[in-house]
């Protein structure tokens, strides 16, 4: 069957390709060392561009995530506020879809280990339908459970659930005592879900009247997070709500003193936009790294590829066609750029911990996840591809563009072949 043919043909060019690179092993090692280097630092650098830009927050539309804080005096910031002032930025905004708020606390654990004490977070009911993450186990908290007649409930985290739990599946549905108060682990949350740097969340029955423990100028506090409508700016959004604000300088004078401004910050923008321009830039100098690898691979290549023009130009007369040549050299310069591929996924492998470990505390969100995503991945196979083409299409066509006969009695070899040759190197 002629599908057989081409695959015992294709299978035995990988072979022919696969002998000739050992017996230069010089060349081959030297072309994958570049290439890879190329690769793994440009794969190491998109991967923490994917980790930090792009995707820095597991929730739904983080992009439009914005939190408020009002500044004043000498750049004195405050980010949370009273609980009527949540129900009047909520209900009076026309920049939010929806608002959520969290307020923090830290709340007492006695098990076997002793008394042990964790940062948690009051959450309103729909903090886990705005933030769009679905638990790992368990449901997620709802509306009911903010009812003050409901049974207590909390979740956990999934960095809580690993260090303190060992990961016990069985730790769910189990009530445990926090802060004198018996409460049914009802979820665990995944990895990356670290909503206000906490451990644990509990639902908080909120009306204009609540009261809620916490920290803070005064204990009744709330850290305000809302959604902005698609094409709001965080600008327009300040605007909008320096308005409410002002009405509420009366009332609260503590957070809202004279000459005080209201902002929105993105959440995307104000945890990682400070590092934007330093990616950027990083990358912008790999990919140009990764263009000097190729360009230093091709070269080779070429004179590799002229050395044995004799050879090819003997194969073409006993009548390989020029696609086969064509073919043979590509085979080649493919084993390369996949052999380099590999290389490079681990020198990226091994380099992002390097990175991820010298990035200092608390430089990023908790939420951000730098790794080898399969997007990486897959750029690293797009470079792959792109690197065979660079480097093996311009020798295979130039070597079997060349005259037979001129071929066969050396006139290559003069003054016109190496005019031809550093022209096609430059």
């Given at each position: 069957m002629p599908w057989k043919i081409h695959?015992?043909?294709l299978f035995r060019d990988f072979r022919f390709a696969l002998r000739s690179l050992r017996k230069d092993r010089?060349?081959?090692?030297t072309a994958i060392l570049a290439l890879a280097l190329g690769i793994g630092a440009t794969t190491m650098i998109f991967s923490v561009i994917d980790g930090v830009l792009l995707r820095p927050f597991p929730y739904r539309n983080a992009d439009r995530l914005a939190s408020i804080s009002a500044v004043f005096g000498d750049q004195i910031r405050l980010t949370r506020f009273p609980v009527p002032a949540f129900f009047d930025f909520k209900e009076q905004n026309?920049?939010?879809e929806d608002v959520t708020g969290l307020a923090l606390l830290f709340v007492r654990y006695t098990g076997s280990r002793g008394a042990e004490q964790f940062l948690a977070g009051w959450i309103t009911p729909n903090t886990f339908e705005f933030l769009g993450v679905k638990p790992l186990?368990?449901?997620?908290i709802t509306a009911e459970d903010g009812n003050p007649r409901s049974a207590p409930v909390f979740v956990m985290s999934y960095h809580l659930w690993t260090t303190r739990f060992n990961r016990d599946p069985k730790v769910m549905g189990t009530t445990v005592t926090l802060n004198g108060v018996p409460r049914t682990l009802v979820a665990i949350m995944p990895p990356r879900f670290r909503f206000g740097d906490c451990e644990i969340w509990m639902p908080l029955s909120l009306s204009r009247n609540?009261?809620?423990?916490?920290?803070g100028n005064t204990p009744n506090e709330l850290w305000i997070v809302g959604r902005l409508r698609p094409g709001i700016s965080l600008q327009t959004a300040a605007a909008d709500l320096q308005v409410i604000a002002d009405r509420l300088a009366k009332i609260y004078p503590t957070y809202f003193p004279p000459r005080f401004k209201l902002f929105a910050h993105g959440f995307n923008s104000d945890s990682v936009g400070r590092f934007r321009f330093t990616l950027l830039a990083l990358m912008a100098a790999v990919a140009m790294l990764l263009l000097i690898a190729c360009s230093n691979v091709a070269n080779p290549l070429?004179?590799?590829a002229t050395a044995r023009e004799k050879e090819i130009v003997v194969r073409a007369a006993l009548g390989a066609t020029r696609i086969r040549l064509i073919r043979q050299l590509l085979i080649e310069s493919f084993s390369l750029a996949a052999t380099s591929c590999v290389v490079g996924c681990l020198f990226a492998y091994f380099g992002l911990?390097?990175?991820v470990d010298a990035i200092p505390p608390d430089t990023l969100p908790s939420e951000v996840a730098i790794m080898l995503s399969p997007a990486a991945l897959t750029f690293a196979m797009g470079l792959a591809v792109l690197t065979t083409l660079l480097c093996g299409l311009a020798p295979a066509l130039h070597s079997v563009r060349r005259d037979l006969q001129v071929g066969l009695t050396g006139g290559g070899w003069g003054v016109h072949g190496d005019f031809r040759h550093g022209r096609l190197r430059s």
């Open positions: 695959l015992e043909e010089p060349f081959a090692l026309h920049v939010f186990l368990g449901r997620p609540t009261f809620i423990t916490g920290y070429l004179a590799r911990k390097i990175v």
